[in-house]
């Protein structure tokens, strides 16, 4: 475990996603998804959750007003705000009584630190500022709520004027704050910086407790929170999945993980350090964002192999190329095919296909030979293990054919600004021929619906079939309209495990319809039974 004589045994994880978190451009949180993100971290046992500014922010006064309703186990809510106003008492102050208003536990208040800010941003003198820190810290006091007082630009304040910047910190403390959180608000401060200025903080203040707010706008934002760790803070304010605004706050999840499993520190429940992957993506799916699939520890490509070698030696011990076990995290080993593949990743993957290719004498080297030929051409199938599947069964003449395509056209139309999209697809079944046509939503949506009106008479449950998602990747652009085209499409059975296919050709309807074969032709391979019952 890596830790120093001062790291803390436990940490207070403060999680700011529903305020901070929101400042990032396209992140926003419908209040009833706040609601249940809220008990979902009350579930892993997080120390606090920040529900916004009640001040500023009517979607905050909503949330605070819903949250009243919700019996809570573990996790505190705090609202945010800044100190009193210039030349006014706190209890005339409405920021100050919107914060009482919200009717929780805990109060954050943000307090200048940096005497530019005083002077040009709020226009007040700099013992005036004082006064504000220290009499809105008090008067909430007074209030009977908990106080985290956060020190917003505090280490660029400290490196311009550090005099003054301990004297805001003095006033909060005087105020009687306990928790005082430091702020690299702009993201600029490195991580020697961090451990040298809260060294000398923790000797001029040994009794307080300090925390630290990290942004990511020079990408040390972990470091800079580790180092803090390392320095005694126990207090750790970020976001979960690291949104924010400009480049991000510290990422919680990988703070969460780096110090449970590599420095011995307790945040959360022991047994929810395993569902850190399900609770990063459902992050992602309340803010509609799509998973970063190389996120440190939970991303799909965090324990991902490509090279031969590296499969090879993973296969015998995976600790050769993963620094931890996947499972810890609730992440998963991953085989990938490419043009650097070697056979130890061609094996691996067909025996989860339930394969054993060392009954097929040679069968491993056709198929290496062949993935190859067609990765050059611009397939890749490391996110299209389906298509990789039917490949084999082609190799091994173990395929069954259900249909036979016969052709297709698509039709696509402008009228009065109006696209309009028609497709017509014939297929064979068993012998007999069919022709449906369908109008969609563009062309390939047109297609993908007259392809299932021409097997519905044959396999009812055809619709049980939905595209889960399309993606397209235009490679040799330099040859402009003219280029090649990669489609892939993930489907899905509801209650199923979803599946990916691929197509290329330099006409993307083309390469739509080899994927949408593909992906129709896995399911009757996988869920024959469920597509032919209606």
């Not at 009833?32 to 500014?53: H, M």
């Not at 954050?108 to 810290?137: C, Q, Y």
Request: charged share 25%.
């Amino acid at each position: 475990m890596v830790k120093s004589k001062n790291t803390p045994k436990k940490l207070e994880i403060y999680d700011t996603t529903l305020r901070d978190g929101c400042q990032a451009e396209g992140i926003q949180f419908s209040t009833p998804d706040k609601i249940e993100f809220t008990q979902i971290l009350d579930d892993f046992g997080i120390a606090y959750i920040e529900g916004g500014w009640p001040g500023s922010n009517p979607s905050a006064i909503a949330y605070f007003k819903e949250i009243q309703k919700v019996e809570l186990k573990n996790i505190k809510v705090a609202a945010f705000g800044s100190t009193r106003r210039a030349k006014i008492s706190p209890a005339k102050d409405p920021n100050i009584k919107a914060l009482l208003d919200a009717n929780v536990p805990v109060v954050t208040i943000f307090g200048k630190s940096w005497d530019m800010h005083v002077t040009d941003a709020l226009r007040v003198p700099l013992k005036e500022n004082l006064k504000m820190i220290e009499e809105s810290v008090s008067y909430l006091l007074s209030k009977k709520k908990e106080v985290v007082y956060d020190a917003e630009h505090f280490f660029d304040g400290f490196k311009k004027n550090k005099d003054y910047a301990i004297e805001t910190i003095a006033a909060a403390i005087k105020g009687g704050a306990k928790t005082l959180a430091l702020c690299d608000t702009n993201g600029g401060t490195l991580p020697l910086e961090i451990e040298s200025i809260l060294i000398e903080i923790k000797s001029e203040f040994p009794n307080s407790n300090f925390g630290i707010h990290a942004h990511n706008d020079s990408g040390v934002a972990i470091a800079n929170t580790l180092t803090a760790i390392n320095c005694g803070s126990s207090h750790i304010q970020g976001v979960m999945n690291g949104f924010g605004e400009r480049c991000g706050n510290v990422n919680l999840i990988t703070v969460i993980a780096i110090t449970a499993l590599k420095m011995g520190i307790k945040s959360i429940k022991p047994s929810k350090i395993k569902k850190l992957q399900y609770l990063s993506k459902i992050v992602d799916e309340f803010a509609n964002q799509e998973n970063d699939k190389r996120a440190p520890f939970i991303g799909a490509s965090a324990f991902a192999h490509k090279g031969g070698i590296h499969v090879s030696a993973v296969q015998r011990n995976s600790a050769c190329y993963e620094h931890i076990d996947p499972a810890l995290v609730g992440n998963r080993q991953r085989i990938l095919l490419s043009e650097q593949s070697g056979r130890s990743n061609i094996h691996q993957i067909a025996e989860s296909a339930g394969i054993n290719l060392k009954k097929h004498e040679g069968l491993d080297k056709l198929l290496l030979k062949r993935i190859k030929e067609l990765e050059e051409t611009g397939y890749e199938f490391e996110g299209a293990l389906a298509s990789f599947e039917l490949i084999m069964d082609d190799l091994l003449e173990k395929r069954q054919h259900y249909f036979e395509p016969k052709g297709f056209r698509v039709i696509g139309e402008n009228r009065d600004n109006n696209s309009i999209a028609e497709a017509t697809v014939k297929v064979s079944v068993n012998g007999t021929e069919h022709l449906a046509v369908s109008e969609g939503n563009g062309p390939v949506n047109a297609l993908d619906q007259a392809l299932r009106n021409a097997l519905r008479p044959f396999f009812p449950g055809i619709d049980k079939i939905y595209l889960q998602d399309y993606k397209v990747r235009v490679f040799s652009q330099k040859r402009a309209t003219a280029s090649r085209v990669r489609v892939l499409i993930t489907s899905k059975i509801k209650g199923e495990n979803s599946w990916s296919t691929v197509g290329v050709s330099e006409d993307i309807i083309e390469a739509s319809w080899e994927a949408l074969l593909d992906s129709i032709s896995y399911a009757f391979k996988k869920y024959k039974h469920l597509i032919l019952k209606k």
